[in-house]
């Protein structure tokens, strides 16, 4: 089944090119089926960009899933067209007291800043607390992810003395665990980020397992079941050149940036990058959203509710 998403959104047309079975919402109302509703706070300044990464994830399996683009209440982004936003994207206010089968939070560019002066920090707050009562599964990517940890586990983030950057092998801790149901036993993600979170930090009576890591770049993926959630702290949505477009702005700016790890062929930054990742980044998306509509209720006004 197909993902449904707004009839102009620009990602559907890329989409469409690329195979992905998409619906026009005026398709989908004629289907007598319950869509799986999944919201998308998108964070990241390139919203265009984020919202086609995810859709093509989420748009992947055999399930017809709705998509709502959330944007944050508080907040203007500067690096989007306001009309974009007007069209596409809903307030978190308009949405709150909506009921979602998933919802995902993306990274944002404030990760050097302390929690509390991002300037939507208690919106942010407001959210994760909601997703507690109106959501049945979240995956937080990361910054989100950071930000989850800190809100729901007190767990800090600590700033890197370098960027960790490029294309790094987390082992697989828990080949067992159904969000990682036909993994290898080690697989590549992107990462970029200057802070990262530690394991040692992880409250003993949480609950939260580490289903994946790098000796070096860290924590990778945790399970969080006490709030039903995942938490990637790195990009395993990226497109094949992303990391590529990040070391070529920040070395035009002028800014201190290493070339990516692993990324290039022969750290050679003239030759094209090869995805390695975007296998296993569907696969984690897929069984994700399988283990939701495995669980979540068939009337979503049940999501919540206790047992639900």
């Not at 999944?38 to 919203?47: A, E, R, V």
């Not at 208690?122 to 049945?136: A, M």
């Amino acid at each position: 089944m197909p993902i449904k998403l707004p009839d102009d959104l620009p990602a559907f047309s890329t989409l469409e090119a690329e195979g992905v079975m998409v619906m026009r919402e005026t398709d989908a109302i004629r289907q007598d089926i319950r869509p799986l509703r999944i919201g998308f706070l998108n964070l990241m300044p390139n919203k265009i960009r984020t919202e086609t990464q995810i859709a093509r994830l989420i748009g992947a399996t055999p399930l017809q899933v709705e998509m709502t683009l959330v944007r944050i209440s508080s907040h203007t982004p500067r690096n989007t067209p306001p009309e974009h936003m007007i069209a596409f994207y809903r307030t978190w206010e308009e949405i709150r007291g909506e009921k979602f089968d998933g919802f995902i939070i993306t990274g944002a560019p404030v990760e050097r800043l302390p929690f509390h002066e991002v300037n939507y920090w208690d919106e942010l707050r407001r959210i994760f607390d909601w997703t507690q009562t109106n959501v049945h599964r979240c995956f937080n990517i990361c910054w989100g992810a950071q930000a989850a940890v800190h809100h729901f586990h007190g767990m800090p983030k600590y700033e890197l003395k370098q960027k960790a950057f490029g294309v790094y092998r987390h082992n697989n801790l828990c080949p067992g665990s159904p969000f990682l149901r036909g993994f290898s036993d080690d697989f590549s993600v992107p990462v970029s980020r200057w802070t990262e979170v530690r394991r040692a930090d992880i409250p003993a009576a949480s609950g939260i397992s580490v289903l994946a890591e790098n000796p070096d770049a860290g924590l990778c993926l945790l399970h969080d079941p006490k709030h039903r959630s995942l938490h990637m702290f790195n990009h395993i949505e990226y497109d094949s050149t992303s990391l590529a477009e990040e070391y070529f702005r920040d070395l035009e700016a002028g800014l201190p940036i290493q070339i990516p790890h692993d990324y290039f062929p022969d750290d050679d930054p003239s030759q094209t990058p090869r995805n390695r990742w975007r296998s296993h980044a569907h696969l984690l998306f897929g069984n994700w959203i399988n283990e939701m509509y495995q669980t979540t209720p068939f009337d979503v006004n049940e999501i919540g509710k206790p047992g639900a």
